[in-house]
């Protein structure tokens, strides 16, 4: 399965913005899905997952309570919906699947990592 991730912009500090991930196949409703984000010249960080039913979403502790992850599988699409957003919250975002048992957070668990969305955010 391919993801692709959109939505991301340049958003003013403490705006909103609503990512969202297509999926290339229905398959994907079969795989968790999760959220993850690179800054310039840092590793890739673990940000939200949701299991593949739509339940259970696990949150990064710098993004909590700001961040919504959900997912609709009429749609094939998980979203994250970003408020009060921070310029420390400026990176790729990247969304990418997992079939791995649990609720494994590393990015090494994850696969099927598309291009990743921009998300810029100002003082």
């Known amino acids: 399965v391919q993801l692709q991730a959109s939505g991301g912009g340049l958003v003013q500090a403490g705006g909103s913005l609503r990512l969202s991930c297509a999926a290339s196949?229905?398959?994907?409703?079969?795989?968790?899905a999760g959220w993850f984000r690179q800054a310039p010249g840092k590793e890739r960080e673990f940000v939200a997952r949701?299991?593949?039913?739509?339940?259970?979403?696990i949150y990064a502790d710098s993004v909590k309570g700001r961040f919504t992850i959900s997912r609709s599988n009429t749609k094939n699409t998980p979203y994250l919906q970003m408020i009060s957003l921070k310029p420390e919250d400026t990176a790729v975002y990247y969304c990418?699947?997992?079939?791995?048992?649990?609720?494994?957070?590393?990015?090494?668990?994850?696969?099927?990592w598309g291009q990743g969305t921009q998300l810029t955010v100002s003082s």
């Open positions: 196949e229905r398959t994907f409703i079969n795989y968790h």
């Open positions: 949701i299991s593949r039913n739509g339940v259970n979403p």
């Open positions: 990418a699947a997992t079939s791995v048992v649990g609720t494994t957070t590393q990015p090494q668990d994850f696969h099927s």
